[in-house]
């Protein structure tokens, strides 16, 4: 399995930016975006089923993100709205062979090279 992220950049408050994860190999496993901040831990951001394109999300994104996926494209996106400065961070996608949902980075087994997202205030 191989992701490739991409998308990311600059955008001031209350902005959006949408960033993609292309794979190859995942077939049917579920995909999911972290982020990173400076100094601080990997966080779980949403995740999206293959199948059946169930969604979770992180309580801090609820409502302002949303997560998608194209199979035809082999590819997931997430579109993040009403950005915030504390959303600045490195977004990574990860792939993980369950059908269900996960937060745990733990449970995912292949990551994408991260892509910066920086929100100014």
Avoid: H
């Amino acid at each position: 399995v191989q992701l490739q992220a991409s998308g990311g950049g600059l955008v001031q408050a209350g902005g959006s930016l949408s960033v993609s994860c292309a794979g190859s190999g995942r077939t049917n496993w579920a995909t999911g975006w972290f982020r990173q901040a400076p100094g601080k831990e990997r966080e779980f951001v949403a995740s999206i089923t293959w199948n059946l394109g169930t969604t979770f999300y992180a309580d801090s994104v609820k409502g302002r993100f949303t997560i998608s996926r194209d199979k035809a494209k082999n590819t997931v996106y997430l579109q993040m709205n009403s950005l915030k400065p504390e959303d600045t961070a490195l977004y990574y996608c990860a792939a993980g062979p369950f059908t269900g949902s996960s937060t745990l980075a733990s449970t995912y087994n292949f990551w994408g090279q991260g892509t910066l997202v920086t929100v100014s205030s």
